[in-house]
């Protein structure tokens, strides 16, 4: 693939790296540490390589976030203006692919059912078949069933101006994990549906007194839509999950994006609920859920973050609902309503005192901690509050006999995230569990 069927060590064209200069920056990091959209657009890259008479696009906008459909649109632009390669684009977004090209079919189980000049040759009649289509699908603002995007609002020139086709578009996943306790490991078992992806599964430790813990890491698609995610840990499982990146909840004017998530923990069992930062971008219309049942004896580390905005990209929250809900049935439950438009809320010294981020970690069992470790691990906790960065807010409490929790708050993302992640997971899971507090590698990359 790209430049592997030439002999002699071809270097690179230096062309591919002024097309994705996200590329260049990446250079010594390997494929599968990159995020989906950069993914992509190495992809495609590989495929120019080449130097293809043909170039062959299977939905490159699908699960990619706003800012990198833009480039990657660019490119096509860029590349079919050259008139030197042939361009095929198999796209469900309609307004994305009619922009970038010369002529379009619309096509349903096989059969062509509508066509015409794109928009670089606007000069010709539109065939009004494909508008009519979308607009008697019956749903506004969402697929058709014949899986277009409609169009939104302004005509068609309007949104070329402004390059409304980045909207995202919505869809739906479910992933199912399973995590058994055999033969002196524990392996996983898993099922999906829709872009939600187990990347590796991992044996990193591996002591004789102790099953093999088993990470994992999953990947959290950008766009809208619905997610759901079921995890759970059989009797004397032990397992830890993480992500690559971010979950993103993009601005939209459609339905609620939803993401889901329900653990089960059997007897006995552990699990580390690691995702690193759900982002509730200017615009959003959102949800996130989460819900822990643990069984006798089982015990859930898991801490879950939330940034409102990127402040730091210039993309403050200023507009937009994020509704969070994190419940333990019987021991735990903290939702909130985080609307933009409630500076009481977001700004006041009784609310978030004009502080973006906030995080959640703790530490839940099935059955009582006793006092003595229950105090044990608040101390623990509790000697490394002093070493955090100034800038973050944070504070320690047993709010019962099974749980351990501990709140923070910060203006970034950035150092709410180290503070959990380098100094109360790490000291928390040896002190716990007696196992080693460092951290996966997929933090790093």
């Known amino acids: 693939m790209g430049l592997a069927y030439k002999k002699g060590g071809t270097p690179v064209p230096a062309e591919l790296y002024e097309l994705f200069p996200v590329l260049k920056q990446m250079l010594q990091r390997r494929g599968g540490d990159l995020s989906g959209g950069q993914q992509q657009q190495l992809a495609i890259a590989r495929a120019l390589a080449a130097g293809p008479k043909l170039l062959i696009l299977d939905e490159p906008t699908e699960g990619i976030q706003p800012n990198i459909i833009k480039d990657i649109g660019r490119v ?30 619309v096509m349903e189980r096989g059969e062509v059912i509508a066509s015409g000049p794109g928009s670089r040759n606007a000069g010709q009649e539109r065939a009004p078949a494909c508008g009519d289509l979308i607009e008697t699908t019956g749903c506004p603002g969402r697929r058709g069933p014949r899986g277009l995007r409609p169009r939104h609002g302004a005509g068609l020139e309007e949104q070329a101006s402004t390059h409304a086709y980045t909207r995202p578009m919505p869809w739906h996943a479910q992933l199912s994990l399973d995590y058994r306790h055999a033969a002196g490991r524990t392996a996983l ?7 939600l992806r187990v990347l590796k ?47 993103r909840f993009y601005g939209t004017d459609g339905p609620e994006t939803t993401q889901q998530v329900a653990l089960t923990l059997g007897p006995r069992a552990r699990l580390e609920w690691l995702l ?36 730091s990209a210039a993309q403050p929250y200023t507009s937009g609902r994020f509704a969070q ?66 800038e973050v807010r944070a504070g320690a409490t047993c709010p019962n006999e099974r749980m351990l929790v501990v709140r923070a708050m910060a203006p970034l993302v950035e150092p709410l995230m180290a503070a959990l992640q380098a100094r109360r997971w790490c000291e928390l899971r040896p002190a716990a569990w007696g196992l080693k507090g460092g951290a996966p590698r997929i933090w790093r990359v």
């Open 189 to 195: 078992h898993h099922t999906h549906n829709g872009p």
């Open 201 to 247: 599964s991992l044996y990193p430790e591996g002591e004789p007194d102790l099953p093999q813990r088993d990470r994992a890491s999953t990947r959290r698609p950008g766009g809208g839509g619905r997610a759901g995610r079921d995890g759970g840990g059989g009797r004397g499982a032990h397992a830890l999950i993480s992500t690559p990146g971010a979950t």
């Open 76 to 105: 096509i632009r860029m590349l079919a203006d050259r008139g030197n390669m042939g361009i095929v684009l198999v796209e469900q977004y309609y307004d994305f692919a009619e922009e970038l090209a010369d002529h379009y079919l």
């Open 325 to 390: 809900r994190l419940s333990i049935p019987g021991l735990w439950l903290e939702q909130a309503q985080l609307d933009a438009a409630d500076q009481q809320l977001l700004s006041s010294p009784l609310g978030l005192g004009g502080l973006r981020c906030m995080g959640t970690l703790l530490f839940a069992s099935g059955s009582d901690l006793g006092r003595e470790r229950r105090e044990s691990l608040l101390a623990v906790v509790r000697s490394v509050l002093d070493g955090v960065p100034a």
């Open 276 to 311: 690193l930062e759900a982002i509730a971008y200017p615009g959003c219309n959102a949800r996130n859920t989460l819900s822990a049942t643990l069984a006798e004896d089982a015990e859930l580390i898991a801490w879950d973050v939330t940034a409102l905005g990127l402040p």
